[in-house]
């Protein structure tokens, strides 16, 4: 696996409720359709853990292991969580990407790997090298507010997939 994917947590109407992540809520909509567009999934859409969609060369997890207050993160959740990640990073073969669905992810992923927070800031299409060869991508999260208020379109985030393609057909 080269590429793996890190949201923020399973969403109520998504993971929680259909075992996958992203799955059955807004977010994933844009995530599947661009997993397919790039070859990272065989189908564009995904509606429920059977449905026959496959990741490929990729893997979807999340800072938070569980459904947060408010659908948001607190930093003790995601302290508490931090090892779990730790543990799929370290699984990671050199040279791969990680792509960081926003500023929580991305500090989430610093912190499982014992990286400065300072040395490298969440910014949207941003790249940082990380330790082991690995390859921080940050996007804004494909969230429904995002989407909606334009703060991420879809060009701007298959812009962030074309780089990480880039990257590792590079490698």
């Known amino acids: 696996m080269r590429l793996l994917i890190v949201g923020l947590a399973p969403g109520m ?3 929680n409720r259909t075992g996958r992540p992203f799955t059955g809520d807004h977010a994933g909509i844009l995530l599947y359709e661009t997993l397919h567009r790039f070859g990272f999934a065989t189908r564009p859409v995904s509606v429920a853990e059977r449905d026959g969609l496959r990741l490929k060369d990729c893997r979807i997890t999340n800072a938070v292991k569980c459904l947060p207050p408010a659908n948001r993160p607190l930093p003790d959740e995601v302290r ?10 370290s699984a990671l073969p050199e040279g791969a990407a990680i792509l960081a669905l926003g500023a929580i992810a991305h500090n989430a992923v610093l912190m499982a790997l014992g990286t400065r927070r300072a040395s490298n800031p969440f910014r949207h299409g941003m790249r940082h090298e990380l330790p ?10 494909c969230s429904r507010y995002n989407t909606q208020t334009r703060r991420l379109t879809p060009d701007m985030f ?7 393609c880039r990257y590792l057909t590079d490698e």
């Open 13 to 15: 109407h998504g993971a």
């Open 158 to 164: 298959r812009s962030v997939f074309a780089a990480i």
């Open 132 to 141: 082991r060869g690995l390859t921080l991508y940050d996007c804004y999260h």
């Open 80 to 89: 508490r969580c931090n090892a779990y990640l730790a543990e799929e990073i």
